[in-house]
């Protein structure tokens, strides 16, 4: 994660967060926050990660950008409850799949396109 970048913002957040006493908006989370971002690229039908490692219990966000120009992709995750995924759109185009996974275990992802080639592994640790 990029989350060393904003530790500097963060922490003046916090001592401006801490002052006014009110909730704040920021767009990103701090270490607790429950929150994780994922930007996960289809580029010539492969995906570039084939494991995801994700917290068990906290929203995840994936960014989905395939990036095949005429190629339709899409994100589909095997969850412990059913299927999360996106609708199968032609590139290039950006989509984002936002989910909680309570249970921990290792679930599959793909693309329901190109099951054979756009496969990974989604580890959710608790
Ligand atoms: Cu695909």
Redesign the pocket.
Known sequence: MRRTRYVATLMTLALVLAACGGEGETTKPDAGGGETDITLL?QN?AFDLTKLNVPAGEQITITFE?R?AG????LLINGPSGRIATDVETGPVTQTLTFTIDEAGTYRFL????PSV?VGELVVSG
């Open positions: 289809a039908v395939n095949d190629i339709r992709h899409n693309c329901e396109v190109h756009m």
